[in-house]
């Protein structure tokens, strides 16, 4: 059963530093590796996706890496901004379609 | 871009009365809608998959008869919490995919809080 978890819990920085979050799952065999951005209360907005063979991707100042052999993937956020401040969610897809999301890390970036 | 609206946003029910959660594409079709809760400081939880015009498919540990689904059209989903009882509050979020977003492009609702007392 794949199992997702992702450190920090929380994180509080000032603004413009650069900060890495951390994820790891269980089981290497995943079609792919997600990111999601989920404002409180609200839904999720996804940010980038990771195939299975791929390492890495990048989208404006977001860069998600991913391991498959160690099983982990990282987000890097360069020059945080408060607009930033939300929960992180990874997600690793086990089957067509199917998503086992993390534990989150709840990011504050204070200006 | 792929909108799917959800509704209500919250809803406060007594004990013992049913709930029922929508979700609809606006703008492309969903022939399969997942339907995660969460609850408080935690991750998204799988509940089901449906597919348009077929049974959900439950995961391990869900009550298909309290939580029923369906997605009788390619644009709606609906969740209905049945005899719903304080343990059921949480915060229900539904997610859709079709043909147009890709294999795995998916989008979510804005998610509905369920309080029952």
């Known amino acids: 059963k794949q199992e997702v978890t992702q450190i920090p819990a929380a994180l509080s920085v000032p603004e413009g530093e650069n900060l890495v979050l951390n994820c790891s799952f269980t089981d290497s065999a995943i079609y792919n590796l997600q990111w999601f951005r989920q404002d409180p209360g609200k839904g999720l907005t996804s940010l980038l996706l990771?195939?299975?063979?791929?390492r890495e991707q990048t989208s404006g100042r977001l860069n998600a890496s991913l391991d498959k052999s160690s099983g982990r993937s990282t987000l890097y956020i360069a020059a945080s901004q408060p607009g930033d401040s939300a929960t992180y969610l990874c997600?690793?897809?086990?089957?067509?379609?199917?998503?086992?999301f993390g534990t989150g890390t709840r990011l504050l970036v204070s200006p | 871009g792929a909108v799917v609206s959800q509704h209500p946003s919250w809803v406060i029910c007594k004990s013992g009365t049913s709930v029922k959660i929508e979700c609809r594409s606006l703008d492309f079709q969903a022939t399969t809608m997942f339907w995660y809760r969460q609850f408080p400081k935690q991750s998204l939880m799988l509940m089901a998959t449906s597919n348009e015009g077929s049974k959900a498919t439950y995961e391990q540990g869900v009550e298909k008869d309290k939580f029923l689904i369906n997605h009788a059209s390619l644009t709606l989903s609906t969740l209905t919490v049945t005899s719903a009882h304080p343990e059921d509050s949480s915060f229900y979020i539904c997610s859709a995919t079709g043909a147009t977003l890709g294999n795995y492009g998916y989008t979510f609702g804005s998610g509905t809080r369920l309080t029952v007392v």
């Open positions: 990771i195939q299975s063979s791929q």
């Open positions: 997600a690793a897809s086990t089957g067509f379609q199917k998503l086992v």
